[in-house]
């Protein structure tokens, strides 16, 4: 059995996201195949250089530091020379996104490895929740403590990642995309330089620059996508924009109110039934937690073309259909709709992918088998 040592930030609102990963290592525990000696708080992985940002879990066993990223794209890794003096003290990095081309221009590109894609969920008995009544607790912020320690089982029930699961076929299916759309502004150089001090001033008008067009263009194309579904689909068509003030300022009449979607828990429901997902990448070409809830609920999706890469094989035709613009995602969508036999055989793959490669527990045993070959993963 083997026997580790967790450590992570729980500070930032985002660390919720890390319950995945507490979930899948509570899974391997009751397995028997490890023990969780001790978990520490630990508040300084950026502000120390040890790592990028603080979405990061860290697992050390038998002197081997395992460190898995959460943290979308690579906004806060700024180039292979900066991310090389990371990997120079740690053993294994598995990250969401992962990139074989930048990878290549790594000093130890042997130690950084594809981590799979996530979603905020939870199991019984997870740790997680007891960290983070431990941690509000020392923060002195009782009503948070409260909330944890006193809900705890609540929490896992209701985030519980078998319920995010399915795998039934239908005679007929809908689209379904739900989305949102984001402020977009200049952020000041010197805004981004006490962010990332590290960062020239030419650098950070450049990242400000970036930025700006990512959020632009993000929301442009989504616009346009909702736009055209609900031209071509009609009744067909599930979702829309959230409402929200950015939304009624640009595209009020693509807002919906449908709470199919716009209310979390019959989201989820709606996505284990007879709808196909239109997905595309996040910011920073992320590729988001609807992806995995989308294998969990063995489910056929669109996408356009995913920027990092996952474990396994997966491709277009085979787990997806891959579109290159709004236009041609309509168009695909058209297509996929009325091709139940190739909607049966997507859903199908994606459910034995998602038990394979991205089952909170499947997730983590793989990448400890890569750390720990001889332990018996």
Known sequence: MLECELSF????????????????LTLLEKQGLLRIRRVRHCFDFKK??????????????????????????????????????????????????????????????DRFFRLGVIFRCSCEGNRFEKEMARYY????????????????????LSGDYRKFQASEHFDSYDLMMWTRLWKVGKTPASDIQKVYPELTIEQAREKSEYIY??????????????????????????GGLADDEISRREAPELITQDDRVTVRERYI??????????????????????????????????????????PGELRDGRNYSEYSSPEDAAGKAVALLDDVE??????????????KYLRPDMLMRNALKTAFPESGF
């Open 9 to 24: 930030d729980p500070s930032s609102a985002l660390s919720m996201n890390l319950s995945f990963l507490f979930a899948g």
């Open 48 to 109: 120390s250089g040890k790592y990028p940002h603080r979405l990061i879990l860290e697992l050390t066993s038998q002197g081997k530091t395992l460190a898995f990223d959460i943290g979308d794209g690579y906004q806060d890794i700024h180039s292979p020379e900066f991310f090389d003096d990371i990997l120079s003290h740690t053993d294994y990095y598995f990250k969401t996104s992962y990139s074989s081309e930048f990878a290549s221009r790594l000093k130890y590109p």
């Open 137 to 156: 607790l020392g923060k002195r912020q009782y009503k948070s403590a409260a909330y944890y320690a006193l809900n705890e089982k609540k929490i896992q």
């Open 213 to 238: 067009n990512m959020l632009q263009q993000t929301n442009e194309e989504r616009i346009r996508l909702v736009r055209l579904l609900k031209s071509e689909l009609g009744g067909r068509f599930i």
């Open 269 to 310: 429901e709606t996505g284990k039934g007879n709808v196909i997902n239109l997905l595309s990448k996040g910011l920073h070409g992320c590729i988001g937690a609807r992806y995995c809830e989308s294998f969990a609920a063995g489910r056929a999706f669109l996408t356009d073309r995913m920027v990092y890469e996952l």
């Open 342 to 355: 190739l909607i049966h055989k997507l859903e199908s793959n994606n459910t034995e992918y998602y038990n």
